[in-house]
Structure formats: structure tokens, C-alpha cells
């Protein structure tokens, strides 16, 4: 079964159950409680996976500068990473929002289909890093005199840690699609029914 249009009960507790993963994950004083890494790049793929609509991306993108405020002005978090190249941040979103919405109509319970979405998981989680980290090195100001191999030695160091992070949350959101398309399959799975 490929991936439909969902319901719209479905669509809302998605839509719900990323923006509690973003909230819970991304805002430090939550996310330091329940030692969660930041969720956000996973939460952009998944939701273009799953949700889609241009209008969601744009509240995902303005919770997370939201959230990002409040951590910086309330909750004593630096401010080292808000520069200039904040604004590239919603590119680096892009990438990872329209990844997964261009293969959300290849998804459907298969190995190889859920493969197929991790391994675009991985390349839109690797660009969008590459996006956001690169912006920083090059127009944050932060660096006196930046050079390409000082940027590939940062870009190594912490890539592999945001995208293991994103994979991590994609992996466990794609076992729970494929469980929920077995039951759908199973019992009449009305909750979960995608629209024809």
C-alpha cells in the first residue's frame, strides 16, 4: 500500500506528536530533564514525510526560532550560534521537510521502501548539516580566519553526531510505521486508515 493522503485525525496527532517532540527535545530546560538530544532535523524529515503541507513547514520553522528565543532570553542558553547565518537555518530545514516530501509517495510497508526513506534520511540530514554548520563557519563572524581544512575538521567532527541523531529518531519513527501498517493490515485500523 503506498503512502496516501492522511486522515485528518491522523494528520492532527501527527502534526501534534512532532511539535511535543520538537518542544520536548529542542528547548534545553525540557530536553536537559529527560536528556533527549534535539529532535528538530528529524522532526523537519518526518514531517515532510508524513505531513507534507507547505503551511506545516513554516510553523515547524517558526517554533523552532520560537523556541530558540526563549532559550537564549529566558532559560540562559548561549547566543554563541545566533549570527548571521541564523537565516540560512530554514534552507537547511528545507532540505530535510522536502526530502522526505518527495519520497512520501514512495513509502509504504516494504523493507526495501523503509529503506529507501532512511537512506534519504541520511543524505537530507548530512546536506542540511552541511548547510547549517557551513553558513556558521563562513558567515557567523565567530572565526578569525576561517580556511576549508579547519571547515572540513569541524564539519567531521560534528556531523556524524546531528545525522547518528536524526537516523536514530527516523529509524524508531519508521519500525513505528511499519508496526502500524501490519495492524492496519490485520484488524480494520480505522484510527490509522490512510484516505484512497
Known amino acids: 500500500m503506498l503512502m496516501k493522503s492522511l486522515s485528518r485525525s491522523t494528520f ?6 512532532l511539535t511535543l517532540l520538537m518542544v520536548t527535545t529542542r528547548f534545553k530546560h525540557f530536553g536537559d530533564l529527560m536528556h533527549l538530544p534535539d529532535a528538530s532535523m528529524a522532526v523537519f524529515f518526518l514531517g515532510g514525510l508524513y505531513l507534507r ?3 506545516a513547514f513554516v510553523f515547524f520553522v517558526l517554533l523552532a ?4 528565543w526563549v532559550s537564549v532570553r529566558y532559560a540562559g542558553v548561549s547566543d554563541f550560534c545566533v549570527t548571521a ?3 540560512f537555518l530554514p534552507l537547511a530545514y528545507a532540505v530535510l521537510w522536502y526530502g522526505g516530501r518527495l519520497y512520501a509517495s514512495q513509502l509504504h510497508e516494504s ?3 523503509l529503506l529507501g526513506a532512511f537512506g534519504v534520511a541520511l543524505v537530507c540530514a548530512a546536506l542540511s548539516f ?3 554548520n557551513g553558513s556558521f563557519y563562513w558567515l557567523g563572524g ?3 580566519h576561517p580556511h576549508v581544512a579547519e571547515y572540513l575538521e569541524r564539519l567531521w567532527q560534528w556531523g556524524p553526531l546531528f545525522v547518528r541523531t536524526t537516523l536514530i529518531y527516523v529509524a524508531v519513527a519508521l519500525v513505528l510505521h511499519a508496526c502500524t501498517m501490519w495492524m ?3 484488524g480494520d485500523g480505522h484510527a490509522w486508515q490512510v484516505r484512497p
Open 142 to 144: 565567530r572565526y578569525a
Open 53 to 55: 503541507r507547505h503551511l
Open 111 to 113: 523493507v526495501v521502501s
Open 85 to 87: 547565518a541564523y537565516a
Open 12 to 17: 492532527v496527532g501527527l502534526f501534534a506528536l
Open 130 to 132: 552541511a548547510i547549517s
Open 65 to 68: 526560532v520560537g523556541l530558540d
Open 184 to 186: 492496519v493490515r490485520r
